[in-house]
């Protein structure tokens, strides 16, 4: 009976926890949404034909021409979603905020409740709800214990002057590279006749598409002075020798993909510049002796630059470069990992 | 020669959170210097120059700085020599660990090294601003 009785009143305030703000929140979106409905219809032909009058008037301007094409159709005939997220409440108080902050709301709710009720039942500490989630993927993983013997691995202080950190830049610029690429690929055409335009549309039209290709850029050649840098620390201190041999070739080998990452993209933007530069430096490649006509024709893909090269360049650039860049830098990771900084003399 | 990978608790000190924080410092600060360089290029773009056009071959052709110094050096030497001349040395360089196999004992190695980077550095250097203003 007991039993019972603590369930019913649980539930009752459960209920009433999620009614009350759902209440009042459905009474506050609905009564605003169909109240505007009804005068929607006047106000909006009145606006309409305020518009269409200003437009006969004056047809040749062209600031008539942008708030003419502002004119919205009516609600219930709008075939998008605009006036659902932005539509016939032009302040903070959108549909889309009011979901946002009624569905928070509840959950902070929802939350509570299972933790008084949780606390109440067990008569037990609350645990975190992180610390659980964390308890339940070792229970399944075993994953904590070879974590935190990852992540307490010291760190000799000898490896604490800043000339050690010259690597790591170079992997960090290598992800802000593959973030800002990825944004720039959103909008990059790899063709002989879009990849112009498209880079200018990045430049003039997509929100901070200017600054995106500006960061893509210097972060390219950012990356090219570190990995230099970091290449010549490794050859002063001597860093290279036994046995850490393999480490210094998978070095090399990223110093050779980073180039190619620049002499790929050099191309993509597609004008005198980036044409050229490749023109000329397949070329050289050209007058390798034996292999030549090969690494040209497998530059060009065929005996000129066009559309073909700029579409391998393109594939190169952001599919096989960065796929065994990432394979070396692993490598290169899991050996320093395992070998330990080397002890400088 | 044979080192310990791990090195004694004194002289070190843990990965997490330790290290960890200072890299993390070393990320935000470049991360703010790259968010003023977008800045930058807010106001002026990197832009482009004239549409690609295969028919008209312009005047002053220039690789990225990265490849002038060899852009230039290929101007005075004959063409199949200066094309195999990096892929030796960029075979050499990775091949170098082998060829060098004496382990350091004293600080002099060192220093020989670090003389004959400086004097490739300066060298390439120099070649890259002849290759600029050239």
């Known amino acids: 009976m007991r039993h019972i009785s603590r369930k019913i009143i649980l539930i009752s305030i459960a209920l009433a926890l999620v009614m009350v703000p759902g209440t009042v929140g459905f009474i506050t979106t609905h009564a605003g949404a169909f109240s505007s409905l009804d005068q929607a ?3 909006t032909n009145r606006a309409e034909l305020d518009q269409i009058r200003i437009l006969l008037s004056q047809p040749e301007s062209k600031e008539k021409d942008a708030t003419a094409s502002v004119i919205l159709p009516r609600p219930e005939k709008d075939p998008c979603l605009h006036c659902h997220i932005s539509g016939e409440n032009k302040n903070l108080w959108t549909p889309f905020i009011r979901w946002s902050i009624f569905s928070g709301v509840g959950l902070v709710f929802a939350y509570g409740l299972y933790r008084s009720t949780s606390t109440w039942r067990t008569r037990a500490p609350w ?4 610390k659980r989630a964390a308890e339940w993927i070792d229970d399944r993983y075993q994953i904590s214990e070879p974590l935190s013997r990852a992540l307490k691995k010291p760190v000799p202080k000898f490896a604490l002057h800043w000339w050690y950190c010259l690597g790591g830049i170079t992997a960090f610029l290598f992800l ?7 944004m720039l690929a959103f909008y990059y055409k790899p063709t002989p006749e879009a990849a112009y335009a498209s880079i200018q549309y990045i430049e003039t039209q997509v929100r901070f598409g200017s600054a995106i290709r500006m960061i893509h850029h210097w972060g390219s050649n950012g990356m090219i002075v570190m990995c230099i840098a970091h290449m010549l620390r490794v050859f002063i201190m001597g860093a290279y020798k036994s046995p850490r041999e393999l480490n210094w070739v998978s070095g090399v080998l990223l110093l050779a993909l980073t180039l190619a990452f620049g002499f790929t993209g050099y191309l993509l933007p597609w004008d005198q510049r980036a044409y050229w530069a490749t023109t000329v430096g397949t070329e050289i490649a050209g007058s390798i002796p034996g292999i030549g006509n090969l690494a040209l024709v497998f530059l060009r893909v065929g005996w000129d630059v066009g559309a073909l090269t700029l579409s391998r360049f393109y594939s190169l650039h952001v599919l096989v470069i960065p796929l065994a860049t990432v394979i070396l830098m692993l490598a290169h990771f899991l050996m320093v990992r395992r070998q330990g900084v080397a002890r400088p003399l | 020669m044979a080192e310990t990978p791990h090195t004694s608790e004194k002289d070190a000190i843990p990965f997490y959170p330790d290290h ?3 890299e993390f410092r070393v990320t935000v600060g470049i991360t703010i210097v790259l968010l003023l360089i977008g800045m930058i290029g807010l106001f002026s773009p990197v832009g482009l120059g004239q549409p690609a056009d295969p028919m008209d071959t ?8 990265y490849f002038l110094a060899l852009y230039q050096l290929l101007k005075y030497i004959d063409k199949t020599v200066g094309a195999t001349l990096p892929v030796i040395a960029i075979g050499l360089l990775a091949l170098w660990p082998f060829l060098d196999r004496k382990p350091d004992r004293r ?8 003389i004959a980077v400086s004097i490739a550095i300066v060298v390439l250097i120099v070649m890259t601003i002849w290759g600029e203003v050239s």
């Open chain 2, 58 to 65: 312009p005047a002053h052709i220039k690789p990225e700085w």
């Open chain 1, 41 to 43: 219809d006047q106000v």
């Open chain 2, 20 to 22: 960890v924080r200072t």
């Open chain 2, 107 to 114: 600080t002099k190695a060192k220093r020989s090294r670090l």
């Open chain 1, 176 to 182: 802000v590279q593959g973030v800002t690429g990825i």
């Open chain 1, 127 to 130: 645990k975190p709800i992180p």
